[in-house]
């Protein structure tokens, strides 16, 4: 191949940080941004070190970095509990009584936890797990659903030294199977159910069942949240409550090596087995903990709501340990952002007035396919900053979210980062950056990224490549549990001493990195390689598509052809002639390279879990008519079928 990916959507609406809103900011302005980039690049162990010595430590490290490729180790001869960090320091202040956690139950019900209190719950759980011989080093499985107990549990872990491995509460039993045969858990952490879409989530009967086929596991600690009934094997099973009057509320905080393991985190990875995603202490906290401060630009005053899961790394990142590492108060939910209906979310940012919210691409395409008249009937004013993670957002599912969510005032921060990358790399700083509709904009500090060709060379201004790393940086991961091999074969044997993401990019003339889809997605039409994102946007930005996936199927002439899948917004009359117009404005935005040959219209496209569309899946289908990859990460298996049909039409 040897030819770079290209670009053809152009996008020329920029937006400027309010004034209002940089005054306040940490980094008000570009300026300031570029000197601090400048220093984190070439003195990353000054400063770093500085902003580590905002944690709580223990025992002072002796050297901030030493990187042997691909291994790095952050803050050597450092000791600290990434617990103390979260939740020791704030309660000799002011906030102390101040709510950590607000959490809101799918059925309605509300819960409030202060600093204090969670602190206090954490050491109360950290005693079950010690009473119950949970030791430094041991792997625990948490399976659990969107409540305050999902953070205390893995919080405990973390005071105890034992390495979480949080399940999404989503997943089955054959996937706690393989994720318990991996990692050697032996401890289960879970519920007798959670709620989703009003009903109950079997999570205790999904443990049973894996725990039919895996053996080893010696106990199951469950939290009664429902009240659903659960069989309790003898021996085996515990409940959450029965064991905490058991303990004492005081627990101290041991000190660990800032090296020590903090959590395995499963990601599917396009084919194969799940990779265990391997973070540790000292370097992981500090990423989470300086990138809530500069991106989400935490204050004490704020109520911050990140809408992700525990389950994946958002949840870890941007629900525990950086927001509660920078003592803000922030908002949980249980359920999903359509229970009772897309009303939901705005009406929890209404209640609680939430001033920083961050969600998902995914989620606002579902909005926006859902209607205006949700957010419109909520005063969404209190927001100050959006954020938004997992996918490249559509430029016109970004207008949608700045006027209709935003109000036109708020910052948006579109951040890009990975499960291995541990924290955000790539994205504005709201009080300085100007945004473009579509573009993570610039790294963070101590980020080298790049985009390379095929040979290793830097890609020119809108040439597409490989994304790359070419600097260790804190939060990064160490390996992949128990396979060094695959570790190195993954993510770093592209180029030499280069971490590659597997994502294709490009910069446009101001620096601004666009993400245009994952590698193994590319479509490659007549020689030319295109990124899945532009087209997609292409389509998005037509007033009748709320989202669209595109794939290549082989063409004889061409290499591959350019196919579409498209769902339409709700209430849009299709006349037979849609398609057509929708290749026709692909073709007026991007050029007649990138019009699909084939436009399907489908309800639903197949997702991921965690909301990214599953392309994989789609060239499947258009190359054979059926599916039969892995389809274990699939969150809606419905959705096949209606696409099969689709297909055979
Ligand atoms: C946090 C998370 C990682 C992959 C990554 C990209 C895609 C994430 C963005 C994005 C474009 C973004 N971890 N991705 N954020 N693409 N713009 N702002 O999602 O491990 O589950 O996925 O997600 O492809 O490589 S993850």
Redesign the pocket.
Known sequence: MGKSIESHLHEDRVFQPPKEFSRKARISSMAQYRRMYKESIAKPASFWGREAKELAWQKPWKKVLDWSAPYAKWFVGGKLNVTESCLDQHLDGPRRNKAAIIWEGEPGETRVLTYQQLHREVCRFANVLEANEVKSRDRVLIYMPMIPEAAIAMLACARIGAVHSVVFGGFSAESIVDRLEDSGATTVLTADGGYRRGKVVPLKANVDAALKSHKGVKRVVVYQRTGAKVTMKRGRDLWWHEELEKVSASHQARAFDSEHPLFILY?SGSTGKPKGILHSSGGYLLGAYTTCKYIFDMRDEDVYWCTADVG???GHTYIVYGPLANGVTQVMYEGAPNFPDFGRFWSIVEKYGVTIFYTAPTAIRAFIKAGDKFPASHDLSSLRLLG??????NPEAWMWYHEKIGGGRCPIV???????TGAIMISPLPGCTPTKPGT?TLPFFGVDAAILDENGKECKADEGGKLVIRKPWPSMLRTIYGDARRYKKVYWSDYVGRYT???GARRDRDGNFW?VG?LDDVLNVSGHRLGTAEVESALVAHKAVAEAAVVGRPHEIKGQGVVAFVTLREGVKTSGRIEEELRNHVGKVIGAIAKPDEIHLTPALPKTR?G?IMRRLLKELVATGKITGNITTLEDFGVITKLQKEMKK
């Open positions: 990601t994946w790394v958002t938004t993670v997992g996918e490249p957002i579109d951040t890009w980062w990975q499960t291995e993570a993401a597997g994502d993400i994952r965690s990214k």
